[in-house]
T-cell receptor, first 113, second 113 residues
Framework: AQSVAQPEDQVNVAEGNPLTVKCTYSVSGNPYLFWYVQYPNRGLQFLLK??????LVKGSYGFEAEFNKSQTSFHLKKPSALVSDSALYFCAVRDYAGNMLTFGGGTRLMVKP | NAGVTQTPKFRVLKTGQSMTLLCAQDMNHEYMYWYRQDPGMGLRLIHY???????AKGEVPDGYNVSRLKKQNFLLGLESAAPSQTSVYFCASRQGGGLSEQFFGPGTRLTVL
């Protein structure tokens, strides 16, 4: 069975500082990894995905994520945080053969001015 | 292009009542999904469909039924609502093929008293 862990319930960062939201996964076979963001009272929005190729994936709103196969991690990063980045972030994994995404529990990002 | 829409946005039920949540997508997507979101638990898959006329169980299917009579619609039914089904319900869809991302609706907040 596949699983995702987001070890931090909340991450606090000052505006302008770099941010990292952590994600580790477990899946049989090659992983297909996704990050989604949820703003208050909204549905999830796709940020980026890792399929194959470069370990550094660039996505929407200046976010990027680094895939590390040996550590089974897919951490979300941004060089300079904005207050508007404050939201709930979800990591998800799917194996190629499956139709289902498995989500982590979510990490709330708080960016303070 | 409305994307994924959900009806209703809010609903309050009494224990034992029934209701149907409607999800509609106008992107001609093959796959559709129903999730529930509970605090600290991320999103959990209830049921999904890989095409018109097909349905399959997800992680937490008990107490729910689904139907996909038309490609653009995916209905989630609660035959006898229970307080444990109080949650926010999200519908999602994606194109066929293994690597496409899911697009989410805005959610339905359901309270069962």
């Amino acid at each position: 069975a596949q699983s995702v862990a987001q070890p931090e319930d909340q991450v606090n960062v000052a505006e302008g500082n770099p941010l990292t939201v952590k994600c580790t996964y477990s899946v049989s076979g090659n992983p297909y990894l996704f990050w989604y963001v949820q703003y208050p009272n909204r549905g999830l929005q796709f940020l980026l995905k890792y399929i194959t190729g470069d370990n550094l994936v660039k996505g929407s709103y200046g976010f990027e994520a680094e895939f590390n196969k040996s550590q089974t991690s897919f951490h979300l990063k941004k060089p300079s945080a904005l207050v508007s980045d404050s939201a709930l972030y979800f990591c998800a994994v799917r194996d190629y053969a499956g139709n289902m995404l498995t989500f982590g529990g979510g990490t709330r990002l708080m960016v303070k001015p | 292009n409305a994307g994924v829409t959900q009806t209703p946005k809010f609903r309050v039920l009494k224990t034992g009542q029934s209701m149907t949540l409607l999800c509609a997508q106008d992107m001609n997507h093959e796959y559709m999904y129903w999730y529930r979101q509970d605090p600290g638990m991320g999103l959990r898959l209830i049921h999904y469909s890989v095409g018109e006329g097909t349905t399959a169980k997800g992680e937490v299917p008990d107490g729910y039924n689904v139907s996909r009579l038309k490609k653009q619609n995916f209905l989630l039914g609660l035959e006898s609502a229970a307080p444990s089904q109080t949650s926010v319900y999200f519908c999602a869809s994606r194109q066929g093929g293994g690597l496409s991302e899911q697009f989410f609706g805005p959610g339905t907040r359901l309270t069962v008293l």
